[in-house]
């Protein structure tokens, strides 16, 4: 039986080859590539791609160049969340993995396209895998309602609506649930 260390430490790396391979091509302007790649290499655990990966293999599932895309893609969407999370209407941080946040290293508005594009493209990038047709749509409707205004859009608004007021236990672990959990 594989430890989830193990599990991470084979995955981690071909999750690492699989984005940056992945983000070279992503756009026809290699600038703009190297701005969402910026934030998406910026390190990381990877936890939301590992996660999906070692439950397909607890389910006995082959991982395969396709599985990884999929995977891949969740942690596209989980970066976008990032890059947004930082902008000054938004958390605004300067700092994010010890490196200027991509608002401070590329200024707002290409760091707004670059979370844009890395929260769509995920889509694209599933639904031109080789899985199976059926479960590309179950992937594709399993992240869009995560991910958009039921999943963490819908936490970053009770956060933003949070902010300067005291929240309850409740309303905290709502926020948290929707905004970090619904990738999970």
Do not use: W
């Not at 993995?97 to 707002?108: A, I, M, S, V, W």
Request: net charge negative.
């Amino acid at each position: 039986m594989t430890t989830f260390k193990e599990f991470q430490a084979k995955y981690t790396p071909i999750i690492n080859d699989f984005l940056e391979g992945q983000l070279a091509k992503e756009s026809d302007d290699p600038r703009f590539a190297e701005i969402m790649a910026y934030s998406v290499m910026a390190g990381g655990k990877r936890l939301r791609p590992l996660l999906f990966l070692a439950t397909l293999d607890a389910l006995g599932v082959e991982i395969t160049e396709k599985e990884v895309q999929a995977a891949c893609g969740i942690e596209l969407i989980h970066t976008y969340s990032l890059i947004h999370d930082d902008l000054p209407a938004m958390d605004n941080d300067d700092y994010r993995r010890g490196q200027l946040t991509n608002h401070k290293k590329f200024g707002e508005d290409l760091a707004i396209l670059a979370g844009d594009a890395l929260f769509l493209d995920p889509f694209g990038m599933i639904a031109a895998s080789a899985l199976p047709d059926a479960v590309k749509v179950s992937l594709i409707l399993e992240l869009s309602d995560a991910s958009g205004s039921r999943g963490m859009v819908a936490g970053q608004v009770l956060d933003m609506e949070g902010e300067h007021k005291q929240l309850t236990l409740a309303e905290l672990q709502t926020i948290h649930a929707n905004k970090t959990g619904r990738l999970l």
